[in-house]
């Protein structure tokens, strides 16, 4: 069974940081494309970061240059720094597996002064 367990969030002022984690087990974490998504109060889901399994990212324009998508594939874990961190980052954020979809609970982030 695909497990996938976020942590990290919390609440933040703007300019802040925070860092993500997910916990994978399942599956064979080193030969799967990760992402991280999110869904902001009354919105769909959004794509914000992928990478490979060569380690190969990419990010959203709307995050790029202030977060940092990293794998550790000896800890079967998917991080995500976010620095300067704006209110519109609220959201709560899911990993989620390229192939299929599978995707945590989710971790709750909240920007506000």
């Known amino acids: 069974e695909v497990q996938l367990v976020e942590s990290g969030g919390g609440a933040v002022q703007p300019g802040g940081s925070l860092r993500l984690s997910c916990v994978a087990s399942?599956?064979?974490?080193?030969?799967?494309?990760m992402r991280w998504v999110r869904q902001a109060p009354g919105k769909g889901l959004e794509w914000v970061s992928s990478?490979?399994?060569?380690?190969?990212?990419t990010y959203a324009d709307s995050v790029k240059g202030r977060f940092t998508i990293s794998r550790d594939n000896a800890k079967n874990t998917l991080f995500l720094q976010m620095n300067s961190l704006k209110p519109e980052d609220t959201a709560v954020y899911y990993c989620t597996r390229v192939s299929d979809g599978s995707r945590g609970q989710g971790t709750q982030v909240t920007v506000s002064s």
């Open positions: 399942g599956f064979t974490f080193r030969i799967s494309g």
């Open positions: 990478i490979s399994v060569g380690g190969s990212t």
